[in-house]
């Protein structure tokens, strides 16, 4: 059942579940799967930046938590410029399109049987829209109901997740299929300024797809029941506001600038998040323990060490966005979390790099792959983007999910976990 934050009736009982999440392995024509010194080397190559720029993106690649197989498009690293609208829709056909065949391949899901279709893509918003790619490609229904999310950042998956429930709630009796991804190439930086040659050094190849129903015939092999969605937008600061911020450099190059201040103001957005979250999902005595902390620093102005919760009684598994080592461990440090509870972010770090707004879904097909996703447990995803937001989402297992036949992570599945 739905239910409003004050507790009434939100809509009818709508069964709105997760069917199958496939995530694109790319391994296609026209990606490198790079080590970072081949990185290094080919970014030398390319003639784009100084020595300076190259021992800077070194450091900072060799503290990252990022391994030596992440992909990226092979059109980064040529001479001429890549950010064009021709390399944006190749990456974005092979990445999509990648995950759509086989999601639709595994469900037995006809591509005209999808009544809601949302694709989020941050920085790469062509016209006709990702949406319509899709539609025109796999030859979808005309009264389809599409929508394309664009320059929402890394937390924009769970917000298309939210747009296409409430798609459902509308419609019964339909399918609905996200699309996650981001596209680097479009977004390459090749000048000089340090705060936006960072996301060169995290951002990597990925695509997610996720089926989702509220058909009560899909009940039976559903493999995830949403439970909540909680978004906190922090745009009303204007610090917030332009702590992931794009724009040119003093050379006129385009790219994205990451203040110094995103840990601290990552830490303020997830208190937001999880303190709405917190009554929703938190055994009674946290929830008293943590509201008191609240109250007792309202009234007497003493919060410097306020009461965090543990989450570990409300979540058997933790899905946090692989933005960058630095901030898992700021979130694991103070969520009081344990190695295992990060373990399948700091993995899908390291195998895929961030992967922006699919990150949590590799994660999650990290959990499946190693079998530990068990009837009834809860699996939290909480996401950080641009804005900036902080968004969560709360699942529960319907039933044991085992290693599946088709995963990314099954290649190198034996190597993992891996110790740095």
């Given amino acids: 059942w ?100 086989e999601l639709f391949e595994k469900t037995r899901i006809r591509p005209k049987d999808v009544g809601v279709l949302v694709v989020n893509c941050s920085i790469f918003n062509p016209t006709p829209s990702l949406s319509a ?44 299929v996200v699309v996650s991804t981001e596209m680097v190439g479009y977004n390459w930086y090749s000048g000089k300024d340090r ?15 996720i089926l989702m129903s509220n058909r009560r015939r899909d009940y039976t092999r559903s493999k995830y029941r949403l439970e909540h969605i909680v978004r906190t937008h922090k745009g009303a600061d204007d610090r917030s506001f332009r702590c992931i911020y794009q724009e040119e450099d003093e050379e006129k190059h385009k790219g994205l600038k990451v203040s110094i201040d995103l840990v601290e103001i990552g830490g303020e957005a997830l208190k937001a998040n999880i303190t709405t979250l917190g009554p929703l999902v938190l055994p009674f005595s946290e929830q008293l323990l943590f509201f008191a902390t609240l109250a007792w620093g309202y009234l ?25 080592k630095t901030v898992l461990d700021e979130l694991q440090r103070n969520l009081e979390l344990s ?39 809860r699996v939290w995803q909480l996401s950080f983007g641009s804005g900036f ?20 992570w099954l290649d190198c599945l034996d190597r993992y976990p891996f110790q740095a």
Avoid at 151 to 161: D, L, N, R
Avoid at 346 to 372: D, V
Wanted: charge should be positive.
């Fill in 195 to 209: 705060s936006m040659l960072i996301p060169n050094c995290f951002f990597r190849m990925g695509c997610s797809a």
């Fill in 2 to 101: 739905y239910q409003s934050r004050n507790g009434l009736l939100y809509n009818v009982l709508i069964p709105l579940l997760l069917l199958l999440l496939l995530l694109s392995h790319l391994t296609a024509w026209g990606v490198h799967q790079v080590t970072k010194d081949q990185f290094i080397d080919m970014a030398r190559r390319t003639g784009k930046f100084d020595e300076a720029s190259l021992e800077f993106q070194k450091r900072i690649l060799h503290s990252s938590g990022i391994g030596d197989e992440t992909y990226i498009p092979k059109s980064i690293m040529a001479q001429e410029n890549c950010a064009t609208m021709k390399e944006g829709r190749a990456e974005a056909s092979m990445v999509m399109f990648g995950a759509l065949d």
């Fill in 339 to 377: 190695d295992e509870n990060v373990e399948a972010s700091r993995m899908a770090l390291h195998r895929f790099g961030n992967t922006s707004s699919s990150s949590i879904w590799y994660e999650l097909a990290y959990l499946e792959a190693k079998e530990k996703v068990r009837r009834g447990d």
């Fill in 133 to 176: 790619m899709i539609i025109n490609h796999y030859k979808m229904r005309g009264n389809i109901l599409s929508y394309n999310l664009g320059g929402m950042g890394c937390s924009a998956g769970i917000i298309a997740m939210d747009l296409a429930r409430d798609m459902l709630q509308a419609n019964p009796n339909s399918y609905a």
């Fill in 300 to 324: 007497f102005g003493n919060n410097r060490h306020p009461y965090i919760p543990d989450y570990k009684l409300a979540f058997e598994h933790f899905c946090v966005h692989a933005a960058s």
């Fill in 389 to 408: 937001k902080c968004n969560s989402v709360v699942w529960k297992a319907m039933r044991r999910v085992k290693k599946p036949a088709r995963n990314p």
